[in-house]
């Protein structure tokens, strides 16, 4: 069975500690790895996708990486506005070209 | 450029009855996708439609149906509601591929 795990469930920094959030994967044919944010009240945003083992893409303060098993999302230097939770989805093969969810990990940054 | 538009935003329903949850993109987008958010879990698939008269169930369809007559509304239809439907409903969109997909706000449901 197609899975998504996501940790930590939450996360909370002070303005400026870097950090990483992790999502491990066990899907078969997985056709990309995509990164959310998803702010209070909101739907999710589309922040990265990732195709291939050892891929980065990297955005402000965000940095995402992908692993035959996992991807991690580092966060450099963060400021309170990057509090939300972060869902990462894989994109699978047999599963009618659908996406597989993780829970999220929702971070907190305080000033 | 609306994108994804969901509504109502809220609504709460009684046991028992019924509702149509709305969605409807600008983007010409062939997938279309309606979701589930429960607290702690990642969104559930609920259906899915790959172009104008094709639906497909996903992975928790009971309860639920969708239409999908035209490319840009994809309504998703409660019948009877029961309690265990009390969630945060999102609909989503996309060309096709490896693109990701969009999101719409959310209906946020309760039924009492």
């Known amino acids: 069975e197609d899975q998504v795990t996501q940790s930590p469930e939450a996360l909370r920094l002070q303005e400026g500690e870097s950090s990483s959030l992790n999502c491990s994967y066990t899907?078969?044919?997985?056709?990309?790895l995509f990164w959310y944010r998803q702010d209070p009240g909101k739907g999710p945003e589309f922040l990265f996708t990732?195709?291939?083992a050892g891929e980065e893409k990297e955005k402000e303060r965000l940095k995402a990486t992908l692993t035959k098993k996992e991807s991690f999302l580092h966060i450099t230097a963060p400021k309170p506005e990057d509090s939300a939770t972060y869902l990462c989805?894989?994109?699978?093969?047999?599963?009618?070209?659908?996406?597989?969810f993780g829970p999220g990990t929702r971070l907190s940054v305080l000033p | 450029n609306a994108g994804v538009t969901q509504t109502p935003k809220f609504r709460i329903l009684k046991i028992g009855q019924s509702m149509t949850l709305q969605c409807t993109q600008d983007?010409?987008?062939?997938?279309m996708y309606w979701y589930r958010q429960d607290p702690g879990m990642g969104l559930k698939l609920i259906y899915y439609?790959?172009?104008?008269?094709?639906?497909d169930k996903g992975e928790v369809p009971n309860g639920y149906n969708v239409s999908r007559s035209t490319t840009e509304d994809f309504p998703l239809r409660l019948e009877l509601a029961a309690p265990s439907q009390t969630s945060v409903y999102f609909c989503?969109?996309?060309?096709?591929?490896?693109?990701?997909?969009?999101f719409g706000d959310g209906t946020r449901l309760s039924i009492l």
């Open positions: 989503a969109s996309r060309t096709g591929g490896n693109q990701p997909q969009h």
């Open positions: 899907v078969s044919g997985l056709r990309g």
């Open positions: 990732l195709y291939s």
């Open positions: 989805a894989a994109l699978v093969y047999n599963y009618g070209q659908n996406f597989v």
């Open positions: 983007m010409n987008h062939n997938y």
């Open positions: 439609s790959v172009g104008a008269g094709i639906t």
